[in-house]
């Protein structure tokens, strides 16, 4: 085994380095504090923690002297998680002495906004009114840039040819581990092939992977490349090594690399050693790898759209046993899931209005069973405004319906579907959230209906609350397994399932619980939809142009909200 460890790193579970953002600063007409002189601002970034209501301090800016309209140099560097509603806030201060402590100096004002807020308008730009001390402060301008030094993805495949035969009763069932050599000469695994069984002479399948996690975008970083024979207990034999780098792998012909596969015991032994076998480079191709925040700055909106169950095994919504009823002093799981994820998705759809819909109740005026209904009462439309209106109309629905059943999923995932299919080109990206308390009734329904929108511009994400068996859904979310019907699999993974009963916090903190609930349940979304542009060739637009400040276009002001309920905001 030569020094193997009894069971190597899985890459899969190597963590890649979270995107950065640069948040840059600059603040328009601020209040005039000084008798002799104007301002002499400094601004103060404040993160919210997630587990958390009070904001700690992130860093400050430089002080420019003697102006109300400063462009700071200073910015803040940031990791930026999609799935997360990262909560900031800005506050600007005259600077009168060298005193540290903020509450010496003079307060200009404030603003709050989400990191999400920021990347998702056009540009990555904003500009916000501060609140501070007078009735006019002046504005806060807050850009955001991807920071990033390398984008490349590079694509390989390799062969091997006479390796050593290691199995008492076969060949060798060989793989490759790929390690990144540190700067401290440390080495860190960052890729896995497959097994292939009994064979000498195996074919790996084309791997990709993004260079900097491949060699931290240093083409010239010394790559090494173990090659072991597996084995069912962990135990996997040294076949041999041999080392390479980047630049050799992309600047050969293809076929024409080979690299002797050496076991330093073997060599160090015998005199007429010469490899333990050889590996050759099949196919190399290096190709930039866009982000997600490529395709949001490119004009990509996410559209989110809501599915509610309002079937009879909630309960009656009047009684406080019920998974539906409305507590005046918290919000129910259904609430508190439409809020989790609404609140995020909301950042990254301009118009803010969302198509909300409700399933497996009888509706007036006939009370038919329904299994896609506008939970606003208008089929014509279904759109509520923000993340209230969503709220508003679910309430609102609750007092008309009668909760009645089965658990139909597939109508409602068509419907979605027929949307998705009509926005292929990358403008449109579709968020379906569906909250449920039951088993599926249409489940093979709702595994085809799955696997016909896996061609389509749309992630699927499923909530289910109360304490029901969801063993069943675990299906649809192919993490594991790819979701298949009648023999045909899923293009992609598009479904994402988790029970609501693994996020409640003990200690009744609704907010820790939201924070936690749409951390997983949005975490693989960024991925889905880069799977869904990558297939189809989609390459993110071309960002709008810099922004122009008060003086240039006037920014377009909020969408009008439909009439009926889930229009306005509700407390």
């Not at 056009?122 to 002046?138: D, Q, R, V």
Request: with cysteine; charged share 20%; glycine share 8%.
């Amino acid at each position: 085994m030569a020094g193997v460890p009894h069971q190597p790193q899985n890459p899969a579970q190597t963590v890649i380095p979270a995107t950065k953002v640069e948040v840059s600063l600059s603040c328009r007409n601020l209040l005039d504090m000084d008798v002799f002189s104007k301002s002499d601002p400094m601004a103060v970034m404040f993160v919210q923690a997630t587990a958390s209501t009070e904001y700690r301090e992130y860093g400050r800016t430089e002080t420019i002297w003697n102006t109300l309209n400063p462009d700071f140099v200073k910015k803040f560097t940031i990791d930026y998680f999609f799935e997360e509603s990262q909560k900031l806030m800005f506050k600007v201060y005259d600077i009168d002495s060298q005193s540290a402590d903020l509450s010496k100096h003079d307060f200009l004002g404030q603003v709050t906004c989400t990191l999400g807020e920021i990347v998702g308008a056009p540009g990555s730009k904003i500009e916000k009114p501060l609140t501070g001390p007078a009735k006019k402060c002046g504005t806060i301008i807050l850009s955001a840039e991807e920071l990033s030094s390398c984008k490349d993805a590079v694509t390989l495949q390799f062969r091997a040819t006479k390796l050593d035969k290691k199995d008492f009763f076969g060949k060798s069932d060989p793989f490759l581990l790929f390690y990144r050599c540190n700067e401290d000469g440390s080495w860190t695994t960052c890729h896995k092939t497959e097994v292939i069984k009994n064979t000498l002479n195996p074919q790996w399948k084309h791997f990709t992977i993004p260079v900097r996690t491949f060699c931290n975008a240093d083409y010239d970083r010394t790559i090494k490349v173990e090659c072991y024979d597996w084995n069912r207990d962990g135990g996997h034999d040294l076949i041999g090594v041999f080392t390479t780098n980047l630049r050799q792998l992309t600047s050969g012909a293809a076929g024409t690399q080979t690299f002797d596969v050496i076991h330093p015991k073997k060599k160090a032994k015998k005199k007429k050693y010469k490899n333990s076998g050889t590996v050759t480079l099949q196919y190399a191709k290096v190709e930039q790898q866009y982000s997600f925040l490529d395709y949001v700055r490119g004009g990509t909106q996410m559209n989110f759209t809501v599915a509610i169950d309002f079937t009879a095994s909630n309960g009656q919504p009047q009684q406080p046993t019920s998974l539906h009823y409305i507590n005046p002093y918290g919000m129910n799981q259904y609430a508190t899931a439409l809020w989790a994820v609404g609140e995020i998705i909301q950042d990254y759809d301009s118009d803010k209005l969302f198509p909300a819909f409700g399933f497996g109740a009888r509706t007036p005026p006939g009370y038919t069973v329904s299994h896609c209904f506008p939970l606003n009462g208008q089929p014509g439309n279904p759109y509520c405004f923000g993340v209230a209106g969503i709220m508003e109309a679910y309430q609102w629905t609750l007092r008309q319906v009668q909760l009645y059943g089965p658990t139909n999923f597939s109508p409602v995932i068509n419907h979605v579907a027929s949307l998705a299919s009509q926005s292929r080109e990358g403008g449109e990206y579709f968020v379906l959230l569906i909250v449920t308390d039951g088993v599926i009734t249409d489940f093979e329904q709702t595994k085809e209906a799955i696997v016909n929108a896996a061609t389509l511009p749309l992630s699927i994400i499923i909530v289910g609350v109360g304490n029901d068996d969801f063993e069943a859904m675990e299906v649809l979310d192919g993490d594991e397994v790819r979701l298949s019907y009648r023999g045909r699999q899923a293009e992609r993974d598009i479904v994402q399932f988790v029970p609501f009963r693994d996020y409640v916090d003990r200690q009744g903190n609704q907010v820790l619980s939201q924070a936690r609930l749409a951390k997983d349940v949005l975490a693989e979304v960024p991925d889905q939809l880069l799977s869904y542009m990558k297939k189809h060739g989609i390459k993110p637009g071309a960002p709008p142009p810099a922004y122009t400040g008060p003086s240039g276009p006037t920014a377009p002001s909020a969408p009008s909200a439909p009439t009926g309920p889930g229009t306005t905001n509700i407390v």
